[in-house]
């Protein structure tokens, strides 16, 4: 899977992305400006996920990418569309709802509008749904394939308001970007 190629363009597309002994080892820089840290998370989704067509296998690395990359997260995954019904998918964090109908909480609102929903004040949302007590702030992404609303893309915060607009559209570019490859 991981071809020649693929080595190739990690190494060259992106200094903090290196791949070797079969082991990728992602490094954000220190110091980054916050749409840096984005930009850069960026290229290693595109990377990571160029030559895999599995879907689970991108999400579950996509999530553990956000995971490493955004700080202060306590839950960081997707939320699939099946069946008319958002239904948990590959994440990092607590165990979570598994279910959330189209409408209800913060994913569901992301689910029937098709717009991000940025939370600063979790308890503030009408309808939140908590699935760790711990979480104060939320941004979540629809990941649209052909118009139509696939999955979402969950983020939850201990800290209040640490989400903000950078964020949103750096979570927007991501999703556009492996709208294709889960
Ligand atoms: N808080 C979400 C539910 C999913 S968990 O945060 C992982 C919501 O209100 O839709």
Not at 120 to 129: E, R, S, T, W, Y
Not at 140 to 163: E, K, Q, Y
Request: proline fraction near 7%; aromatic fraction near 6%.
């Amino acid at each position: 899977m991981h071809n020649r190629r693929h080595r190739k363009v990690l190494r060259d597309r992106t200094p903090a992305l290196r791949y070797g002994a079969g082991m990728f080892t992602f490094a954000p820089a220190e110091g980054q400006t916050k749409a840096d840290l984005h930009a850069d998370m960026l290229e290693a989704a595109i990377a990571l996920t160029q030559d895999e067509p599995d879907a689970v296998a991108n999400m579950a690395n996509l999530a553990a990418l956000m995971w490493q990359f955004l700080p202060d997260l306590n839950w960081a995954g997707f939320y699939r569309m099946i069946g008319g019904e958002l239904v948990l998918g590959p994440f990092i964090g607590k165990p979570a709802c598994i279910r959330i109908p189209v409408g209800r909480g913060v994913c569901g609102a992301a689910a029937a509008t098709g717009d991000t929903q940025l939370v600063p004040d979790v308890h503030a949302f009408p309808g939140h749904i908590a699935c760790d007590a711990a979480s104060r702030s939320e941004l979540v992404v629809p990941v649209t394939r052909d118009g139509a609303v696939i999955a979402v893309i969950d983020l939850d915060s201990p800290l209040p308001a640490r989400f903000d607009g950078d964020d949103a559209r750096g979570i927007e570019a991501l999703a556009e970007a492996v709208a294709f490859r889960i």
